[in-house]
């Protein structure tokens, strides 16, 4: 699956995963917890992050973010690829 990939620290990067529970907890660090800011997009966080002290990583659409993240496409009840053009947007824009 496309995705934006952030750790706290680096730039967003676009990342290819595959779309499974336990290779989604190894990208976050734990228990996923999803926030959905898009009807067709959400963003994948660690869970527990604050109360594990992970790092500060980044504030998106006012939201801030611990530990690492990633930006993944959703249809229905299923994360996909993010979509080729929000893609571009979100790399290029990213502050």
């Known amino acids: 699956m496309h995705v934006i990939y952030k750790a706290p620290g680096c730039?967003?990067?676009?990342r290819d995963i595959p779309n499974t529970l336990e290779e989604l907890q190894e990208a976050v660090g734990g228990y996923i917890e999803t926030v959905t800011f898009a009807t067709d997009a959400c963003v994948i966080c660690n869970e527990e992050g604050r109360l594990m002290g992970l790092p500060y990583n980044c504030e998106f659409l006012g939201v801030g973010f611990v530990g690492p993240i990633l930006i993944v496409g959703v249809n229905g009840?299923?994360?996909?690829?993010?979509?080729?053009m929000t893609m571009g947007l979100l790399l290029r824009g990213w502050r």
């Open 77 to 84: 009840e299923e994360f996909t690829d993010v979509d080729p």
């Open 11 to 14: 730039p967003p990067e676009p």
